[in-house]
């Protein structure tokens, strides 16, 4: 499976960088990318492993996005990278070219609402396979906009990498206990009897 191949290769560069060049990530995202290092070593065959990891980025996502509001603490504090929404706004405008300056509050709140939704998705499991693609996709943009503006240290520290491979072998399983399919399983009201016998002979 190629993106059980790229978590792999992702890993061995974070791990690398880890080692020989002084890097440091924050303790949530060592969560994470141990938990994603599990997924990719088992090559996703485990629901329970494909659904924690699930659960693991949804609340990543949803940490980022409580930190921007001050939910996690006031800037400059431990495991904290904004602090505010004006400071997560700062941020945006570094990774964004100059050309494009006048669009950052958009870009901001753009970034805000996608990683809300995807923060839910995740958690819940809606659409889950969808979710983790668009997960993927947000991710490669990020780590893109990273590497080229901040450097690729910064991109480390965040695991970007490694996050979006481990969206990207989510994005090919099928995880337990996700919303959409509990409710294929709730009966529909109004369903008359011979509607459900049909269902059931088919």
Known sequence: MIAVGLALLALLIE????????????????????SIGVLAVTAGRFVVVDTTVRILLGALFAGSVADRFGLLGAPGADDVSWGDYSAFTEYTRTLTPQILDWSVPALA???????????????????????????????????????TSVGFDEMCSYGVLVV?????????????????????????????KETRRRGATR
């Open 164 to 192: 979006a491979s481990g969206a990207a072998i989510l994005s090919t399983r099928d995880t337990a206990l996700h919303l959409d399919t509990l409710l294929r399983r709730i009966p529909v009201a109004g369903l008359g």
């Open 15 to 34: 791990l690398g960088w880890l080692a020989f060049a002084d890097g440091s990530v924050g303790s949530i995202t060592a969560v994470v990318l141990a």
């Open 109 to 147: 709140a753009i970034a805000t609402g996608t990683e809300t939704l995807l923060a839910i998705g995740l958690i819940f499991g809606v659409a889950a396979k969808l979710t983790a693609r668009a997960a993927t996709a947000v991710l490669i943009v990020f780590a893109a906009a990273m590497w």
